[in-house]
C-alpha cells in the first residue's frame, strides 16, 4: 500500500509569494497531522484534522497559513504571504483510531521549503 | 518548561559499543510513550513503543520510569546503520494519535 504521499518533495520560492503544500494520507486514515520542522525548534505541530474537520489549529503560526482536507484523501497547506522565516521543512502525517496502534503517526516524506 | 526534553547530542559511538540516552517529560498525566527514529533527509518513523514493563526488540531495549518521568533507549553492539536521529514522543492524553508531542531528538553517529 502506498504510505502517505506529499507534494511538492522540494519547493523553491520568493519572499511574498503564495506556497501552497498537498497531502494525500493513508486510504482509511481518520486523522491527518501538519507539522514543520526546524533545527531551532525540532517537530511542531501546526494543525490537525480528524474526519476532514479541523479539530487544533492552534499551532498555527499566523494568518499567513491557513490548511483544509475538502475530502478523506486530501489536504492543502498554504501559506501567503510567505517569508524566509518560513522555511522549514514540512510534514504531513496520518493515523488511524480504531483498532490497535492508535498512537502511530505514520509521516509523509515532507515538503522541503525554502522562502528566498 | 519543555513538555518534552532529550539532549540534542550528537552521541559519537564506536561500531559494536552499547549507547543510551534518557528523555523527561513534563507532564505526569501522560499515557503512552515511543521512540521514533529519523534518518538524515527523512521523515520519522516509529522505532517501538515504552511499555511500563520495559521491551526489548532485538537490539533495543527501552525503558518507562513514572516516577522520575522519563523514558529510555538502550542500543546494543551498534551498527552504522544505526546512525539516525532518535526522537523521543509522548502522548500527554489518554490514547489516541492527537496527543502525541515530539522530542527535538538525539543525534546519534555509529563510527567505523
Known amino acids: 500500500d502506498a504510505g502517505v504521499i506529499q507534494s511538492p518533495r522540494h519547493e523553491v520560492t520568493e519572499m511574498g509569494q503564495e506556497v501552497t503544500l498537498r497531502c494525500k494520507p493513508i486510504?482509511?486514515?481518520?486523522?491527518l497531522f501538519w507539522y514543520r520542522q526546524t533545527m531551532m525548534r525540532g517537530l511542531e505541530l501546526l494543525i490537525y484534522?480528524?474526519?476532514?474537520?479541523?479539530?487544533?489549529d492552534s499551532g498555527m503560526p499566523e494568518d499567513r497559513f491557513s490548511a483544509k482536507m475538502p475530502n478523506a484523501s486530501f489536504s492543502t497547506l498554504k501559506i501567503q504571504p510567505s517569508e524566509p522565516r518560513d522555511s522549514a521543512v514540512y510534514f504531513c502525517?496520518?493515523?488511524?483510531?480504531?483498532?490497535?496502534?492508535?498512537?502511530?503517526?505514520?509521516f509523509g516524506p515532507g515538503t522541503r521549503l525554502t522562502v528566498l | 518548561r519543555k513538555e518534552v526534553e532529550q539532549d540534542p547530542g550528537p552521541f559519537n559511538v564506536p561500531e559494536g559499543a552499547t549507547v543510551a540516552f534518557n528523555c523527561t517529560y513534563s507532564?505526569?498525566?501522560?499515557?503512552?510513550f515511543f521512540w521514533y527514529r529519523q534518518d538524515c533527509r527523512k521523515e520519522p518513523k516509529l522505532l517501538m513503543s515504552?511499555?511500563?514493563s520495559g521491551n526489548e526488540d532485538g537490539r533495543f531495549t527501552a525503558q518507562l520510569n513514572r516516577a522520575s518521568q522519563y523514558i529510555s533507549l538502550l542500543i546494543r553492539d551498534s551498527k552504522l546503520s544505526d546512525s539516525a536521529t532518535y526522537l523521543c514522543?509522548?502522548?500527554?492524553?489518554?490514547?489516541?494519535?492527537?496527543?502525541?508531542?515530539f522530542g527535538k531528538g538525539t543525534h546519534l553517529i555509529i563510527q567505523p
Open positions: 502525517a496520518s493515523s488511524f483510531s480504531a483498532g490497535g496502534n492508535t498512537d502511530t503517526q505514520y
Open positions: 486510504s482509511g486514515h481518520d486523522y
Open positions: 484534522f480528524n474526519n476532514n474537520v479541523p479539530i487544533d
Open positions: 507532564n505526569s498525566a501522560s499515557q503512552s
Open positions: 515504552v511499555y511500563s
Open positions: 514522543v509522548v502522548n500527554h492524553r489518554g490514547g489516541g494519535a492527537d496527543g502525541l508531542t
